[in-house]
């Protein structure tokens, strides 16, 4: 029997259109503690420095800004040397490379910066996309990365549709779902936005949150980003991971992921990578920090420490 998520197209749709800070990327908040290495400049992502200590990388999700990692980032810089990931395209920041791809780029410019900035074996922590990102960057760069952890990120997202999915399977509907994205006016847009911010977080102002930042990133960077994210499958490479990896997940039995479906889903797709910690979180949608930012920073402080 075919197992699909409920709401797994709109979810689907939504994952990829959510986080992002209508502020300049690179300005820091006033009054933050910011220290940068080397300059490092790039047309894919931009990142911002700070705190003091072992390296921790934060890489938000698809349409997503840096600032969905604000808290996080100034509870840790008092004990870690903290690096905010802005991807291109997203939040106002610059997109230069029309329909063309976008994750396996990003990934590249990640491993860059590890090597240009001389950090040594970084922790790293991807929302969604940013998970995805993080797990494509601990298999093909394993000596660049110390520990990962994903939030609610699988590795093949399409696998929501069902365990038969395949990267072929699912091809049509990220094109769909891309004409979707750069078609629809801005009317509906945001309509669209308001609708699947409420299946992504609990939270009002998340929610408020999360339809400014899509509305604010480029369209072609989040349609390039959608049939990436789509029709990426990190899965065959699991079995050969060296790093050890914690995955966060989303249940919600009020009207979220229900948390028996939510659990058989990340078991069952994370099986063949060796020794995964594989934790739920409960009464949370997609954006688990916002949901439970006391049980998330509990998680993050383990998997920094172990």
Known sequence: MKFVLPGARPVLCALFLACAAVAPVDAAPAGAETMTAAPFVSDRLSV????????????PGLGSSREVWRATADRLKATHRVHLVQLAGFAGE???HGDGAFVQPAV???ARYIRDQGLSRP???GHSLGGLSGLLLAQQHPDLVGRLMTVDSLPFYSAMYGPSATAD???PFADQAAAMIIGADDDSFRTLQTQTAQSLSKTPSEQDRIVDWSMASDRHAL???MKDVMTTDARPGLAAMTTPVTALYAADADGGPPPALAEAVWSREYSALPGVRLTRVDASRHFIMAAQPQRFAELVDRFLTE
Not at 49 to 58: K, M, N, R, S, T
Request: net charge negative; hydrophobic share 55%; glycine share 8%.
């Open 123 to 125: 922790a790293v922590i």
């Open 223 to 225: 349609a390039s980003a």
């Open 94 to 96: 610059p997109w230069t």
């Open 169 to 171: 399977s699912a091809r």
């Open 48 to 59: 911002e420095v700070v705190g003091a200590g072992p390296d921790v990388i934060l890489i």
């Open 108 to 110: 590249d410019e990640l």
